[in-house]
């Protein structure tokens, strides 16, 4: 509703390119395309919402995430999204997966807390089913409120037990007013039940090319337009009720069907697995901390509060690229995500 009617009361998309000099970027007919004249660019968007240091300050306050995933098949992507969490800056990072996949993700690194709790199918018997998802349910809530964002889908699996499982802990995340960022097999599962995000504006979701054609099939009824991919997302974030949507590519598109935001700094031209993955645990990082600076800035100015969560994907995306491009100059196609993940702190 707010998607349609804002659609056609502003005929006009603010469509900012962050990160490089500006190219003419051709819009659909419908709509003017204003480049806004960037004051800000994306390292200004990051030094704004990074906290500083301060002496009095605990642990826990520059953010603790929780990465729901990580299966039999998938142990790769929940260490990555956790641990860029830790190096982007957060305090604390969990992860909440399969009984099977925790011991390989702890063995990775002593700096997660992992917790062994989720089940698929075929560890659970018919009869059990009901009682297990509760007492999944019953496990995660209890460190629910603890944390500033959860990143939902790094190699969760698509197994329908689990994500049964998952859907209980979105809803309640969402009654809690946690930020969410959906990435991975999490977008399987939004895909194929929209109202877990519908109208959420506290879920910004991560689509590679498959997933983002996935959505646009489900929710736009069409196919993928890339001459028309700024109006295109710009819809369907309206349609989902306002969520943030990153388009990962060549070019990181980022709406909430308010603005249209691009991040196009160089990255690499590998394209290794878990990139993605890099990106889902550092937005839900720079997500909680434009949140936190908010709240301070709402109570002491008058500053206009932007969205946290475009703010969120700004930041992530840029800083991905950045570190994707000192891992490549040194490693060229030796370069995997593992060398990502060690430059994300260098500039
Ligand atoms: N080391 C790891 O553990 C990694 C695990 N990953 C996890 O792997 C899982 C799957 O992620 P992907 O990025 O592979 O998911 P995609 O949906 O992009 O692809 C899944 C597979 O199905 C195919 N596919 C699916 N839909 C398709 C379509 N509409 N058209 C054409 N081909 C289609 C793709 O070619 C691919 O082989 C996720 O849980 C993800 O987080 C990845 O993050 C990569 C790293
Ligand atoms: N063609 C491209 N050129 C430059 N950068 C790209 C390109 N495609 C993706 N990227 C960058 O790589 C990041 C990860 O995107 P990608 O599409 O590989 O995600 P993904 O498939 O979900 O990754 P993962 O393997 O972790 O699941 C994006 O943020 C984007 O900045
Ligand atoms: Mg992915």
Not at 18 to 46: C, T, W, Y
Not at 262 to 285: E, H, K, T, Y
Not at 309 to 318: E, N, W
Request: charged content about 25%; proline content about 4%.
């Amino acid at each position: 509703m707010l998607a349609s009617s804002s659609i056609l009361r502003r005929q006009q998309f603010l469509v900012r390119s962050l990160g490089v000099p500006h190219n003419p970027v051709h819009m659909d007919q419908k709509a003017e395309i204003r480049f806004a004249a960037l004051g800000a660019d994306a390292e200004s968007v990051i030094r704004k919402i990074t906290p500083t240091y301060d002496p009095n300050r605990y642990k826990g306050q520059a953010g603790k995430i929780a990465v729901i995933g990580g299966c039999r098949e998938y142990t790769g992507a929940p260490y990555f999204a956790s641990i860029s969490a830790l190096k982007i800056g957060a305090d604390l990072s969990h992860v909440f997966c399969t009984k099977d996949a925790a011991t390989v993700i702890k063995s990775y690194s002593p700096e997660l807390i992992v917790h062994p709790i989720l089940e698929e199918s075929y560890s659970v018997r018919e009869e059990e089913k009901a009682s297990v998802c509760q007492k999944v349910l019953t496990e995660v809530t209890k460190w629910m409120e603890r944390f500033d964002c959860l990143v939902v889908g790094p190699g969760l699996g698509r197994d329908p037990f689990l994500l049964g499982c998952v859907t209980e802990i979105m809803k309640h995340a969402r009654q809690s007013n946690i930020p969410i960022v959906v990435d991975g097999d999490g977008l399987f599962l939004i895909t194929e039940n929209l109202d877990l995000v519908r109208g959420y504006p506290l879920a910004a979701l991560t689509p590679n090319v498959n997933e983002y054609k996935r959505l646009v099939q489900k929710v736009l009824d069409c196919e993928v337009d890339d001459h028309d991919r700024y109006a295109q997302l710009f819809s369907l974030a309206q349609r989902i009720g306002g969520v943030t949507i990153l388009r990962k590519g060549k070019c990181d598109l980022i709406s909430d069907g308010e603005t249209v935001e691009m991040v196009s700094n160089f990255g690499s031209p590998r394209r290794c697995g878990g990139q993605g993955d890099i990106l889902s645990g550092s937005v839900a990082v720079f997500s909680s901390w434009a949140r936190q600076q908010r709240s301070i800035t709402t109570k002491h100015s008058n500053d206009s509060p932007q969205n946290p969560m475009i703010l969120g994907c700004i930041a992530g995306s840029t800083l991905l690229r950045k570190a994707a491009s000192l891992a490549f100059k040194d490693k060229k196609r030796a370069t995997l995500t593992t060398d990502i993940i060690e430059c994300l702190g260098r500039r």
